[in-house]
């Protein structure tokens, strides 16, 4: 009867394990199906195509990671690649010194309870968010130009017109003045993440700083700011992936070519030209693949350095 009454107990573990199984196939089968498709398969396809060389006639031929060495030291190839790369950091720090701030500062103002109108605020600065890339950067070069724009005449109507100058039209200055589009654009992103996050602080914490005399800019950097910072590390390193993934603004304002003289060029208008090509520069989708490939190892190393060392030592902080 023992021997009954396990072999029964078995079976019942067996089909509830066989449920279970079915019952997970069933819901994320086709999540992971999609998702190996659109994402896994092509990372891994242009990981393999990096390490090809397009012969003649389109024969490929494994050249293992020569590909890597002409992109990193081959002068034709690496003076553009370290150019897109410094560019990218830049791209990358203006947003996390200037951005980031500003979303936390906004943050906190808006999570004032007496605020009045913030949720009309909070609408007005998410909404550039919402626009495309295209209507921003269209709208932005008609604001800065120097021939029809109303930059020039909004700055001498508060006497400072001799700052004024084609700040998309220099060297020194087109990829910041870009940068700092991409900051007004972007802003809500980061307000909305860090302003979730103060509304979430326990009313009795703040609270209990008022009652020892603390006011709201002394409660915000000691009481509420130590409580957010596992979510500005993840506005962090999501400004990180975005920056280092992006495209679309500098395209549309300066084209493929990233101009003036490449003074742009970030990493994702470089692998635009160099896979498919631009005028009369030829597309080369094994270098394409290198640079893409490159562009995913500095991603992963960044979000590798945030989740091991960074978000440990908020984590222990915050406990």
Known sequence: ????????????????????????????????????????????ATIVLSTFDEGQGGVRSFVGLDNFRTLLFDPLWSKPFWNALLNNCLFFLIHMLVQNPIGIALAALLSLPRLPFRTGYRTLIFMPTMLSVVIIGFIWQLILSPLWGISKGFLNFFGLGSLFAPWLGQEESALVTLSLISVWQFVGMPMILIYTALLAIPDDLTDAATVDGLNQIRTFFYVKLPLILPTIGLVSILTFVGNFNAFDLIYAV???????????????????????????????????SAVATLMFIIILIGVMIYLFVIQRRIQRYSF
Request: glycine share 12%; charged share 10%; hydrophobic share 50%.
């Open 254 to 288: 300066k084209g493929a070519l990233a101009g003036p003289n490449f003074a742009s060029d970030i990493m994702g208008t470089l692998f635009y030209r160099t896979f498919f090509g631009y005028q009369l520069q030829v597309g080369d989708p094994a270098m394409g």
């Open 1 to 44: 009867m023992a021997e009954g009454t396990a072999a029964r107990g078995s079976d019942v573990i067996g089909t509830s394990r066989a449920s279970h199984a079915l019952m997970l196939l069933f819901f994320l089968g086709p999540a992971v199906a999609i998702y190996t498709l659109f994402s896994i398969y092509p990372l891994i």
